[in-house]
C-alpha cells in the first residue's frame, strides 16, 4: 500500500468519527452510495439478481463498518465451536490482498501475498478447508465439491455479498460504534445502522454489551517469530525496559491499548495500514529489544527472510472469548441441519 493511501485512510478514519467539515462535504456522495445500495437491494428483492442457497447452511460474520473489528477471531470461535459438536465446517473468504481473485483453496503453506492474510491465518489456525474467491457462491460451490464431508460454511466477511443465500447472519461491531453514523464515503458505514441480522456482537473491553453479545479478544502466550517453540507470557515483557509494537490490523490502537493493558511499557508504536504486504521492513529502523507484533502480520512477516530471522519479534495470538448464550443460540438455529 503506498504511504499516500495510507495518508488518505488515516485522515478519513479520523473524520469519520464526526460529522465535521470533510465528513460533511463528502455527504453528497454519500447520498448517491444509499441510492445505488437501495437499488441493488431492489434488484435482489425482485429476483433481478440471483441469490443462491449452498446445499449446507451458511453462517455469514460480517460488519457494516468498514476495516476490522475483529471477525477473523470469531470465524475461529464459530469454527471450534461447530467442531466440538460434531460439525465439519469450511470456510470461504474474498481473499483481501490475494494474487487474484479466482477462486482458489487456501493450504497451510500458502503465501499470504496469494491467498490472502486472514484466510491463510484461518487456515493454519483450525486446518479447515478455507476457499477465497470474490464470488463467495463459487468458492463456496467449489469448497463443498473438493470436500463433501463438509456440513457447514462460514463466510468470513460477506454480509454484503447478497448473492449468497445464508442461514444465519452475525453482525460484528467493536467500541468504535457505528462512527457519525454516515454511509460513505462521509462515514464508516457500508450499510445504514439500521441493518439487521440474527445475532449483534461487540468486540469490547468490557464483560457486558447491552443488546449485543460481548466478544474479549484475550492474548494467550508470545511466540517468536524466528522460533514458534519459544514462548513467553507477556507478563515477561513487562520487565523489559524497550519494547514496541507494529500492527498493520483495521484497527491497531486496539493491539496496543491491549499490550499496556498487561502491564507493558510500550517505548514506540507503529500503526500499518490494513493488510499491509511488508514488502518493505517496518523493523530495520526501530531500536527495540522486543517488537511486539498480531498474528495476522506474521503470517506474512514469516515468508521475509529479513524479517523471519529478527530474533527481536514476538507474536501475540489472541483468543476471543464470547458469551456464552451466543454458542447456544447459534446451535438452536442450526437445529434441524444432519450433523452426519
Known amino acids: 500500500m503506498s504511504p499516500q493511501r495510507s495518508v488518505i485512510e488515516s485522515v478519513l478514519l479520523n473524520a469519520w468519527q464526526r460529522r465535521g467539515l470533510v465528513a460533511c462535504l463528502l455527504w453528497p456522495l454519500s447520498f448517491l452510495f444509499n441510492l445505488l445500495l437501495v437499488t441493488r437491494l431492489a434488484f435482489y428483492a425482485l429476483g433481478v439478481f440471483r441469490i443462491t442457497i449452498l446445499p449446507v447452511p451458511v453462517i455469514v460474520v460480517g460488519n457494516i463498518f468498514v476495516g476490522g473489528t475483529g471477525k477473523t477471531p470469531l470465524v475461529i470461535w464459530i469454527i471450534q465451536l461447530l467442531q466440538e459438536q460434531g460439525w465439519k465446517p469450511g470456510v470461504i473468504s474474498r481473499g483481501y490482498g490475494a494474487s487474484n481473485q479466482l477462486v482458489k483453496s487456501v493450504e497451510k503453506n500458502s503465501e499470504a501475498k496469494d491467498v490472502g492474510d486472514e484466510p491463510l491465518l484461518i487456515a493454519r489456525r483450525t486446518g479447515v478447508p478455507v476457499f477465497i474467491g470474490r464470488d463467495r457462491v463459487a468458492a463456496g460451490l467449489a469448497l463443498v465439491k473438493e470436500y463433501p464431508d463438509v456440513n457447514v460454511i462460514i463466510s468470513d466477511d460477506g454480509l454484503q455479498h447478497y448473492a449468497l443465500g445464508r442461514n444465519i447472519e452475525i453482525q460484528l461491531s467493536d467500541s468504535r460504534g457505528n462512527g457519525n453514523g454516515w454511509l460513505l464515503p462521509a462515514g464508516p458505514l457500508r450499510e445504514p445502522a439500521t441493518r439487521q441480522s440474527d445475532f449483534y456482537v461487540v468486540n469490547t473491553s468490557e464483560e457486558s454489551a447491552g443488546d449485543a453479545y460481548a466478544m474479549q479478544l484475550i492474548p ?71 517488537i511486539l507484533i498480531t498474528e495476522k502480520d506474521a503470517v506474512k512477516c514469516m515468508h521475509i527472510a529479513a524479517i523471519a530471522n529478527d530474533a527481536r519479534i514476538w507474536i501475540v495470538p489472541v483468543q476471543a472469548h464470547v458469551d456464552a448464550s451466543l454458542a447456544k443460540h447459534i446451535l438452536e438455529k442450526l437445529h434441524g441441519h444432519p450433523i452426519a
Do not use: C, M, W
Open 220 to 290: 494467550v502466550d508470545a511466540e517468536r517469530l524466528s522460533d514458534r517453540s519459544q514462548r513467553k507470557s507477556l507478563r515477561d515483557f513487562s520487565f523489559v525496559q524497550s519494547v514496541a509494537a507494529v500492527a498493520g490490523i483495521g484497527h491497531p490502537e486496539r493491539f496496543f491499548t491491549t499490550l499496556r493493558s498487561h502491564g507493558i511499557t510500550l517505548t514506540a508504536t507503529q500503526a500499518l495500514p490494513d493488510h499491509f504486504d511488508y514488502l518493505s521492513n517496518p523493523f530495520a529502523d526501530i531500536e527495540a529489544s522486543v
